[in-house]
T-cell receptor, first 112, second 115 residues
Framework: QQQVKQSPQSLIVQKGGISIINCAYE??????FPWYQQFPGKGPALLIA?????SEKKEGRFTISFNKSAKQFSLHIMDSQPGDSATYFC???????????FGTGTRLTIIP | KAGVTQTPRYLIKTRGQQVTLSCSPI?????VSWYQQTPGQGLQFLFE???????NKGNFPGRFSGRQFSNSRSEMNVSTLELGDSALYLC??????????????FGEGSWLTVV
């Protein structure tokens, strides 16, 4: 019940296209859903996060869509750029708990 | 404002040895968490400390331990190293604990290779 399932494992998108990464969770006690971006040799960096009381959150080219009834959430990267090439992790945590449960990661490659 | 600082960045140890990794959180942050990252298991939570007390612990054997000092700096220790302990160990800090939606900041990690 603690798992967060992430897909796809890898993704290749053309420059200017839309990158979409999906995550699903089982534990309904999760109430905070961040996305992290990780470049090689670096630690994960928070990209954007959402709470289950909203269905969508947008920050620049990055949008999280959240479907509480389906227990799914996704990251959309609009106008994808080569600089977006990185590994993306979805995560979830419960109220009052600092522990992040991470998805398995998606290696995104943006090609010119 | 300096980020989360981890030392050492890279180290090689022999099976059976022990290792201590250090973490300095962002100034003013009082919660420190540790994660292990491997290609096979991904990012896994080890433990969290706040005010020198362990608040939460992941599913790792007792060989993995940690502590936090009064200045919020933290160390983690792995005893009797095994080949499978080779990983990137990430430290993360946040301002508080027990607050949902707390932004958690990660350091660049310590790369441990066990030979």
């Amino acid at each position: 019940q603690q798992q967060v399932k992430q897909s796809p494992q890898s993704l290749i998108v053309q420059k200017g296209g839309i990158s979409i990464i999906n995550c699903a969770y089982e534990n309904t006690a999760f109430d905070y859903f961040p996305w992290y971006q990780q470049f090689p040799g670096k630690g994960p960096a928070l990209l954007i996060a959402i709470r289950p009381d909203v269905s969508e959150k947008k920050e620049g080219r990055f949008t999280i869509s959240f479907n509480k009834s389906a227990k799914q959430f996704s990251l959309h990267i609009m106008d994808s750029q080569p600089g977006d090439s990185a590994t993306y992790f979805c995560a979830a945590s419960m109220l009052g708990n600092e522990k992040l449960t991470f998805g398995t990661g998606t290696r995104l490659t943006i090609i010119p | 404002k300096a980020g989360v600082t981890q030392t050492p960045r890279y180290l090689i140890k022999t099976r059976g040895q022990q290792v201590t990794l250090s973490c300095s959180p962002i100034s003013g942050h009082r919660s420190v968490s540790w994660y292990q990252q491997t290609p096979g298991q991904g990012l896994q939570f080890l433990f969290e400390y706040f005010s020198e007390t362990q608040r939460n612990k992941g599913n790792f054997p007792g060989r993995f331990s940690g502590r936090q000092f009064s200045n919020s700096r933290s160390e983690m220790n792995v005893s009797t190293l095994e080949l499978g302990d080779s990983a990137l160990y990430l430290c993360a800090s946040s301002p508080m604990t027990g607050v949902s939606g707390n932004t958690i900041y990660f350091g660049e990690g310590s790369w441990l290779t066990v030979v």
